[in-house]
């Protein structure tokens, strides 16, 4: 089970052992909306939000957005620190895991969301950015991520495993040189909405989890 004080690559490890039960359990959900948009078009490119409580006392939101091929999915596990702020962690199997700094959700929502409701605020984040595009630096430990609606800095825990995320940027902010990255990374984003996948699959490949021995 995550604690409040697990470090950044701590928090990944401990959901990295939850994710076969997190993919288990989303067996049904997944095929349900896979039936819905069969019938009903106008859930593509429509972010859906799963919240699930694993055995292991883990809490989940699994982001979704359907496309014309292929649902594209996000699994983040969150939690509350001992100052009681709201952290999360986007999960990817065989790729780069992001842990999301109270900092970045909290420099979110003075831009885009001021309720009071942190848990309103951290559904909000990532149902409107489930999307990453990443770029790093290949003489320094600096990340930087692009999403739908900014720009968020960070460095590596574990080069190219886990990356913390610290400091969230609205593109209004961009300095030029930002803004050609910020171009690069909405490209990548883009292109990872693309069917790239298993033939007859509706997930993408590294949204899938590891198969079994």
């Known amino acids: 089970m995550i604690a409040q004080t697990h470090s950044p690559e701590q928090v990944v490890r401990e959901a990295l052992r939850d994710l076969p039960a997190m993919w288990n359990k989303m067996k049904d959900p997944i095929a349900r909306l896979q039936r819905r948009m069969r019938v009903d078009k106008s859930l593509r490119m429509e972010p859906q939000l799963f919240g699930y409580r694993s055995h292991a006392g883990n809490n989940w939101l699994i982001a979704i957005l359907p496309t014309k091929k292929v649902l594209n999915i996000a699994p983040f ?108 990374l909405d490209q990548q984003r883009a292109e990872s909405l693309r069917p790239a996948r298993i033939p007859g699959s509706h997930v993408k490949p590294w949204d899938l989890p590891r198969p079994s021995a």
């Open 77 to 184: 596990v969150w939690y509350r620190g001992t100052d009681g702020y709201y952290r999360a962690a986007r999960i990817v199997q065989d790729g780069v895991c992001y842990h999301i700094s109270h900092h970045v959700l909290e420099q979110y929502a003075k831009r885009f969301n001021r309720t009071g409701d942190g848990f309103v605020r951290l559904k909000e984040f990532i149902r409107e950015n489930m999307s990453f595009g990443t770029e790093y630096n290949l003489d320094g430990n600096d990340v930087r991520v692009g999403i739908t609606q900014g720009y968020i800095i960070g460095t590596w825990v574990v080069p190219h495993q886990v990356a913390q995320l610290i400091t969230f940027v609205d593109h209004g902010k961009l300095h030029t040189d930002q803004l050609e990255q910020m171009d690069r």
